[in-house]
């Protein structure tokens, strides 16, 4: 009785080991022994360092994104300095065209040495002259009053009609007119002092009108010259023709 219950406690332990073992195998077979648990480990981690590295190669890519930003950076930069320049050369050229503007603004008397003056017979009014000045300057003049002639040997310059004086001051931008005529003898022969003269100079005045500026004109006249006598006379200087011709 005894042998026969250790016999089969024998067995009964044969057969614990025996399924132990195949229940050790299967866990081998499955994935799930402890072996199989590091190896996933590894790949695991291989896979999980992949992105990394992918991310490294990411990080590298905006590395060189980088990069052309900063050349765009520096293009940026050179724009800048172009623009930069092109407002300066602008100012510059601003700021010249500002100085000759206020150059060319500075109003200054009409005379001689910025004046062109011609003197012409007319043939209506009679016995009249007609003194043409232009601006040959580069600023704006103003032709003040009248003109003081003076014809050859002449010792006093001639009245000025006070009628005929325009109610501003004549004022000649570059380029253009201004008139005055000169009355030389009396139409219905009253006049007195009757004579050839072949010479003329021309005064100018200046603000106050009580003596004459800058250079005196030489108009020339006609070859064989003018009559004039002691009823000579001139107008203020005009804005027009028509109305320096009108006394």
Same mark, same amino acid.
């Given at each position: 009785?005894? $042998?026969?219950?250790?016999?089969?406690?024998?067995?009964?332990?044969?057969?614990?080991?025996?399924?132990?073992?195949?229940?050790?195998?299967?866990?081998? +077979? /499955?994935?799930?022994?402890?072996?199989?648990?590091?190896?996933?480990?590894?790949?695991?981690?291989?896979?999980?360092?992949?992105?990394?590295?992918?991310?490294?190669?990411?990080?590298?890519?905006?590395?060189?994104?980088?990069?052309?930003?900063?050349?765009?950076?520096? &293009? &940026?930069?050179?724009?800048?300095?172009?623009?930069?320049?092109?407002?300066?050369?602008?100012?510059?050229?601003?700021?010249? #065209?500002?100085?000759?503007?206020?150059?060319?603004?500075?109003?200054?008397?009409?005379?001689?040495?910025?004046? #062109?003056?011609?003197?012409?017979?007319?043939? $209506?009014?009679?016995?009249?002259?007609?003194?043409?000045?232009?601006?040959?300057?580069?600023?704006?003049?103003?032709?003040?009053?009248?003109?003081?002639?003076?014809?050859? +040997?002449?010792?006093?310059?001639?009245?000025?009609?006070?009628?005929?004086?325009?109610?501003?001051?004549?004022?000649?931008?570059?380029?253009?007119?201004?008139?005055?005529?000169?009355?030389?003898?009396?139409? %219905? @022969?009253?006049? #007195? /002092?009757?004579?050839?003269?072949?010479?003329?100079?021309?005064?100018?005045?200046? $603000?106050?009108?009580? @003596?004459?500026?800058?250079?005196?004109?030489?108009?020339?006249?006609?070859?064989?010259?003018?009559?004039?006598? %002691?009823?000579? #006379?001139?107008?203020?200087?005009?804005?027009?023709?028509? /109305?320096?011709?009108?006394?």
């Amino acid at each position: 009785m005894s $042998r026969f219950r250790t016999s089969r406690a024998r067995l009964v332990a044969a057969t614990a080991t025996t399924v132990l073992a195949a229940l050790a195998l299967t866990a081998c +077979d /499955d994935g799930t022994g402890a072996h199989d648990e590091g190896a996933a480990s590894t790949a695991s981690t291989s896979t999980s360092s992949a992105p990394a590295s992918s991310s490294g190669g990411t990080s590298g890519s905006t590395g060189t994104t980088g990069s052309t930003g900063s050349s765009g950076s520096t &293009g &940026g930069s050179a724009n800048g300095s172009v623009t930069g320049g092109s407002k300066s050369a602008a100012g510059t050229s601003a700021s010249k #065209k500002s100085g000759s503007s206020g150059a060319s603004g500075r109003t200054v008397t009409c005379e001689g040495s910025n004046l #062109k003056t011609v003197a012409a017979p007319l043939t $209506r009014p009679v016995n009249h002259m007609l003194l043409t000045v232009t601006n040959t300057g580069s600023r704006t003049c103003f032709l003040y009053g009248y003109p003081s002639v003076q014809f050859t +040997d002449a010792q006093s310059e001639p009245p000025v009609i006070e009628d005929s004086q325009p109610q501003a001051v004549v004022t000649l931008e570059p380029g253009q007119s201004g008139y005055a005529s000169v009355s030389l003898s009396a139409t %219905d @022969g009253s006049g #007195k /002092d009757g004579r050839t003269a072949k010479s003329l100079t021309v005064y100018f005045y200046g $603000r106050s009108l009580s @003596g004459n500026v800058g250079t005196a004109a030489h108009p020339s006249l006609p070859a064989k010259g003018v009559y004039i006598d %002691d009823s000579i #006379k001139v107008t203020y200087w005009q804005q027009s023709m028509s /109305d320096a011709t009108n006394w």
